[in-house]
C-alpha cells in the first residue's frame, strides 16, 4: 500500500524559515514524480512545486519560485520542501502528493494527510 | 498559466439525483499526439486530503463507485455523479496536468438537498 507521510509543519514567523518532509513507502520512490500542493484555510488547491522521479528537472509555482526549494533523497525514499522568507499567505496545509508518472506533467495518487504550516507574527 | 474555471460553486441535489459539475479551461488540454485530454477529478472530503476519482477526463480510477464519470474534450469537461448518496457529500475539484505550473479550478461543493 502507497503510504506518504509529512512532518516538519508548524508556526513561525514571517520572514522564518521551514523544511518540510514526505516520507514515501510502498513503491519504487524514484520511479516517480513527486509534488507539493497547498491549501490555505477555507481555500482550494495551489500546486506548489514537482520534481520529476529522477530528480533531473523541478518546477515552482511563480507564488513560491526563489523562496521555496524542491529536494529528494532517493536513497531515504523522502522529499523535502525547503520553505524560506515565509509569508503570512503561505498559511496552508501542505500536502506531499505522488505523481503517476516520472515526469513533472501529472496528475496526483494518492495524497498524505498534509501538515499544518501558519506563518504568524 | 491555463486558468480551470468550476462552475457551480455549490449546489445541493436530492439523494438518488444527478449532480453534475462542470469545468472549463483557457486553452485546450488535449495533446494532439495522443488524443488524450489531460485532465484529472478530485473528490475531498472535511478534514481529509483530495483523492482522485477520475484521469484523463473520462477513466475511472479503479475502486471508485460507476456513479462518478468524466466526459468532455478539449476546454469544456464535466463530472458527473449520477445517483448522489450521502457520502459524496464534499467539494470536487477539477485539475490540469498539460503544462507547467499544474492548476486546480476553485472547487464545486457539492450537499443533500
Known amino acids: ?121 | 498559466d491555463i486558468v480551470m474555471t468550476q462552475s457551480p460553486d455549490s449546489l445541493a441535489v436530492f439523494l438518488g439525483e444527478r449532480a453534475t459539475i462542470n469545468c472549463k479551461s483557457s486553452q485546450s488540454v488535449l495533446f494532439s499526439s495522443n488524443n488524450k485530454n489531460y485532465l484529472a477529478w478530485y473528490q475531498q472530503k472535511p478534514g481529509h486530503p483530495p483523492k482522485l476519482l477520475i484521469n484523463w477526463a473520462s477513466t475511472r480510477k479503479s475502486g471508485v463507485p460507476d456513479r462518478f464519470s468524466g466526459s468532455g474534450s478539449g476546454t469544456n469537461f464535466t463530472l458527473t455523479v449520477s445517483s448522489l448518496q450521502a457520502e459524496d457529500v464534499a467539494v470536487y475539484y477539477c485539475q490540469q496536468y498539460y503544462s507547467i505550473p499544474l492548476t486546480f479550478g476553485g472547487g464545486t461543493r457539492v450537499e443533500i438537498k
Open chain 1, 1 to 121: 500500500e502507497v503510504q506518504l507521510l509529512e512532518s516538519g509543519g508548524g508556526s513561525v514567523q514571517p520572514g522564518g524559515s521551514l523544511r518540510l518532509s514526505c516520507a514515501a513507502s510502498g513503491f519504487t520512490f524514484s520511479d516517480y514524480a513527486m509534488s507539493w500542493v497547498r491549501q490555505g484555510p477555507g481555500k482550494g488547491l495551489e500546486w506548489v512545486s514537482v520534481m520529476t522521479g529522477s530528480g533531473d528537472n523541478t518546477h515552482y509555482a511563480d507564488s513560491v519560485r526563489g523562496r521555496f526549494t524542491i529536494s529528494r533523497d532517493n536513497s531515504k525514499n523522502t522529499l523535502y520542501l525547503q520553505m524560506n522568507s515565509l509569508r503570512a499567505e503561505d498559511t496552508a496545509v501542505y500536502y506531499c502528493a505522488k505523481g503517476r508518472y516520472a515526469e513533472a506533467y501529472n496528475y496526483f495518487d494518492p495524497w498524505g494527510q498534509g501538515t499544518m504550516v501558519t506563518v504568524s507574527s
